[in-house]
């Protein structure tokens, strides 16, 4: 890549890539060359050595097909400040980035990552496929004798809970709010030893719902309901029609893996689109694990899909999207009757210009949206809400939107969330567009469009 071409990336589209505002400040602070003992770019990397506290630099670069970053510094933050810091220097001053060869421990991390990368199905792999045919015809045994082993585990889980539960609701409901967080736990581990995680993470998310204040009986029955339609289903599985049974797995715990869905999935069914980056979430799912959510919509397609990761303990997520811009990529959807969750197959290099992205105008709209989706598949914990012409407004210490009909619905109340007060704020009490997740009863508020402004909020 020539020095004065560093792509579409703008300067706010870098400094959105920020895990936070201190990390924005700090990337800020180290876009000047007289920070960086050496700075250089060729296609597709840029990298540099940057001062530190110590004798040795901190060897920071970045694959600007993604982008991906890596650097040697300690921070847990990703991207970290240096990265940060290079990438604004690319985009504001690719003049003082010299072209020329990447150094051994740049070209040793390109390679690494087209190693993992690579394109599938060449005829290269196919070779050394047929190469191992007698060893991957083992494989396979050996695959679906732990398949059937693990199904064995789950049918037993699955009819022992079921159990549990009838015997949970001859009991009654009313002396849930005096049970400890053992109760719950100790069946949860049991549906972990037989391997169904899935119906584990349900149990210990129930546990909380009972100190959840007035109409928690209304919101434990229902799950309770889900609950009991997720085991009769999967007491009948292969009666079922295949997307069906793909989300009861799914539901169970036993989700296919990214590699699974790419090599399974028809050439056909790759859904190609620019993909506008809606709105992001973090949260702590279990001890040490993060997942993030990233919700993006097709441009052309008016598809929405979701992009699942996970990082454990002090690890960071793999990815960085430009929030609120747009990608030109490939993605494959999970199976599902409602498909949500994707994975993307390819992706071009660049960003498109952030724009406000269509959505719905009234809420009575984006809730039939809602209502239609959740018949489909009764699985969904959460559905993006795209909302057009949105004002939120603030009633009795109960925060909502109001759509140009009077309509309202309600917004998650929060005490460690600050986005409420930010969508308040940036709207200026006049309608916006606002991306936020719905999980049936309220809506987390992710992302807010003020004049064709993107801004992410805090959550």
Known sequence: MPADTPGHWTTEQVLALAPDAASAKNGRGLATQQKWLSLGVH????????????????????????PAFRCSCPSRKFPCKHGLGLFLLLVEQPQGIAEGPPPDWVAEWLAARKARTGPKGSSEGQDKSAQKSPSASRDAKAQAKRAAAREEKIKAGV???RLWLADRVRQGLATLPQESYQFWDGIAARMVDAQAPGLARRLRNMAGMAHTGDGWCDLMLAEWGRLYLLLESY????????????????QIGWTLTQEEVLTTTAESDVCSDLWWVLGQRTEEEAKNLKVRRTWLQGDASGKQ??????????RTFEQVLPKG???????????????QRAVIKTRQEGISETQTPSGQGSIETAIAAYSQAFTTCPWLDHFPLLLMAMTPIRVDDRWLLQDAQGVVLPLANRLESDANWQLLALSGGHPVTVLGEWDGTELMPLSVWVKDEFYGLSN
């Open 159 to 161: 009819a022992e809970l």
């Open 43 to 66: 296609h597709p990397a840029v990298w540099g050595e940057c001062k530190g506290s110590g004798k040795t630099p901190y060897r920071t670069q970045i694959d600007i097909t993604e």
């Open 325 to 339: 811009s747009g990608i030109q990529a490939e993605l494959v959807f999970y199976p599902s009757t409602y498909p």
């Open 235 to 250: 007491g009948r599985i292969e009666t079922l029609p295949p997307a069906v049974q793909a989300d009861l797995r799914s």
């Open 305 to 314: 899909a979701l992009l699942l990761e996970f990082a454990q303990g002090h």
